[in-house]
């Protein structure tokens, strides 16, 4: 019989890179876990209910673009149907589309900002309800240092990354007397398949500018979202948590 402080944790790209992490950190409390992810090729997300297996958990991946409004609300729906309720949602599914203003078109904003920040928006309207009424949750909103700082071929991905921190803190003041906790990581420079395609001459820039000298690694990003959703950070909602190496300041 599972016992019902056992949280149910949805993390939307959970397949691999940070969300993974975040997958593997929560699996350690031995919480249920449902990923979400949108690459027909679910490898990526196997590998990951893979490392899952064994733990002694309930995991189980969707293939749902986060984007949907209408397909995010089904997928939210038929999870409170399973577990009966949703203790704590990472918004983590972002991708990139980077080239200059002059260059980007239309598409390229649109994806971004949809995958990125809509997104962000669809699953926190799914859960909110339910949370409200339990009168418990834990969101956190992966955003991201360029949305603090800017950066060169980012227009479209900076502008959603900047949006949802304006969104966590609006929300963190809606919920907070419903004891829901809302906040945001805002990582730097990451070893994942995002950062992996950089050319090299981008990341020695980068690297020249971390005071730390080093990327991070995703583990390191998963250990403060956990963070944020244990008892260990219960004053702290409507913030910002930035982990880049001292990158921003
Ligand atoms: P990643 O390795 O590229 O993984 C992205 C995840 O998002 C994958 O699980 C992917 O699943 C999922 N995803 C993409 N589009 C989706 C969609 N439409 N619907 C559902 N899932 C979708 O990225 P990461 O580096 O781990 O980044 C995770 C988050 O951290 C992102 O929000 C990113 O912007 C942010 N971040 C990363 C860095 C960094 O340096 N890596 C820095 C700052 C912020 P599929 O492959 O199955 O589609």
Excluded at 174 to 187: C, K
Aim: proline share 2%.
């Amino acid at each position: 019989m599972e016992d019902s402080s056992t949280r149910t944790v949805v993390i939307t790209g959970g397949s691999r890179g940070i969300g993974r992490c975040i997958a593997l950190k929560f699996s350690d409390e031995k919480a249920n876990i449902v990923l979400v992810h949108y690459d027909p090729d679910e490898s990526a997300a196997q590998e990951t209910l893979d490392l899952l297996d064994g733990k002694g958990i309930q995991a189980e991946s969707h293939k749902v673009d986060v984007s949907s409004f209408s397909h995010v609300d089904k997928l939210f729906a038929q999870i409170v149907d399973s577990y009966g309720k949703v203790d704590v949602l990472v918004n983590n599914a972002g991708i990139t589309r980077d080239t200059l203003l002059m260059r980007m078109e239309e598409k390229d904003w649109d994806a971004v900002v949809n995958v990125n920040l809509k997104s962000v928006f669809n699953c926190t309207h799914a859960v909110i309800r339910p949370m409200i009424k339990r009168r418990s949750g834990w969101i956190v909103n992966i955003s991201s240092v360029v949305g603090q700082i800017g950066n060169i071929g980012q227009a479209n991905y900076s502008a959603s990354k900047a949006g949802i921190m304006g969104f966590t803190k609006t929300v963190a003041r809606e919920v907070a007397s419903r004891g829901i906790r809302v906040n945001a990581v805002a990582p730097g420079f990451i070893e994942t398949d995002m950062t992996a395609s950089l050319p090299e001459k981008v990341r020695e820039k980068f690297l020249e500018q971390i005071p730390l000298g080093r990327m991070g690694k995703p583990e390191e990003v998963a250990e403060v979202v956990y963070w944020l959703c244990s008892e260990g950070s219960s004053y702290l909602t409507g913030q910002v948590i930035h982990v880049n190496g001292g990158l921003y300041m």
